[in-house]
């Protein structure tokens, strides 16, 4: 699974301006929306809320990964948003977070939501990779770090 299957050109924020957990879900969500127009930002970011307060998808080393599933699309969608001030995302490692990848998968996909979980995951888990995004000049140059990324792979 390449990240630009699922994250979109249009779908790369690199200068989120929320300061709080629920303020990064709503403006990810208004990105989705807007790629994905029978969703709505209200409710998506309700959904999102919902399955923070199961527990934080805030993995640690400055990197969220909130996700969901939602009646009504036919596929997975994904963006990916960067704070440079980073925001408490209530992280397992108690940091803030910088890098946020927003996953939205049809409600019956199981299958698809984890493989995308899993690939992010994995990269995310890369040093390397996380100090290229958080380090990167513009959204141009996230973009283009995840063609690279997905050229290697």
């Keep these: 699974m390449k990240i630009q299957d ?7 924020l690199d200068d989120l301006r ?13 990105v989705i929306a807007k790629i994905v ?15 923070e307060s199961l527990g ?12 969901g599933k939602v ?3 036919e596929r997975l969608v994904a963006a990916f948003g960067r704070s440079r001030n980073g925001v408490q995302f209530h992280s397992l490692d108690g940091k803030p977070a ?6 939205v998968a049809p409600e019956y996909s199981a299958g698809m939501h984890l493989k995308a979980l899993a690939r992010i995951s994995r990269l995310l888990k ?3 990779f996380r100090r290229s995004l958080v380090e ?6 996230l973009r283009r770090i995840f063609r690279e990324e997905d050229a290697r792979s």
């Excluded at 127009?37 to 399955?51: H, N, Q, V």
């Excluded at 990167?136 to 140059?141: H, N, P, R, S, T």
Aim: net charge negative; glycine share 10%.
């Design 71 to 73: 009646a009504g699309i």
């Design 37 to 51: 127009p029978k969703l709505s930002a209200d409710s998506l970011t309700g959904i999102l809320m919902e399955r």
């Design 18 to 30: 929320a300061e709080t957990k629920e303020g990064v879900l709503r403006e990810l969500s208004e």
């Design 56 to 67: 934080s998808t805030g993995i640690g080393d400055g990197v969220a990964i909130p996700h």
């Design 126 to 128: 890369d040093e390397r």
């Design 6 to 12: 699922i994250v979109s050109q249009e779908a790369v």
């Design 136 to 141: 990167a000049a513009d959204a141009d140059e």
């Design 98 to 103: 910088y890098l946020f990848f927003l996953i």
